[in-house]
């Protein structure tokens, strides 16, 4: 069983900045993918940004390009979200997920393990 546990969510103003943290715990395996996902209130779950284990590999979706920043860190089995530039639409509950699997994927079903989501609320 792997546990996730969020952090950095918060409200902020539009055109600033937050990272989102993720740490991951008694994961059994060292090779997983990870990814970020969202949700808005009325919409569906997104995938924001996902990275594989190498950090060779880097989705992100049109949206987020150039001001969203997925980052890993292997050896403290965390995964970042460095979000800049931040705009009304991008206010949802953004929740870090992990995959079996070393490879990035960008489906929701691919990945296995979800966090409980953290708030980020962004005022115009």
């Known amino acids: 069983q792997v546990q996730l546990v969020e952090s950095g969510g918060g409200l902020v103003q539009a055109g600033d900045s937050l990272r989102l943290s993720c740490a991951a715990s008694g994961c059994t395996t060292s090779n997983y993918g990870m990814g970020w996902f969202r949700q808005a209130p009325g919409k569906e779950r997104e995938l924001v940004a996902a990275l594989d284990w190498s950090c060779d590999s880097r989705y992100y979706r049109d949206s987020v390009k150039v001001r969203f920043t997925i980052s890993r860190d292997n050896a403290k089995n965390s995964v970042y979200l460095q979000m800049n530039s931040l705009k009304p639409e991008d206010t949802a509950v953004y929740s870090c997920?992990?995959?079996?699997?070393?490879?990035?994927?960008?489906?929701?079903?691919?990945?296995?393990?979800w966090g409980q989501g953290t708030q980020v609320t962004v005022s115009s």
């Open positions: 997920a992990v995959r079996r699997g070393p490879e990035l994927r960008v489906g929701a079903y691919e990945y296995s393990y």
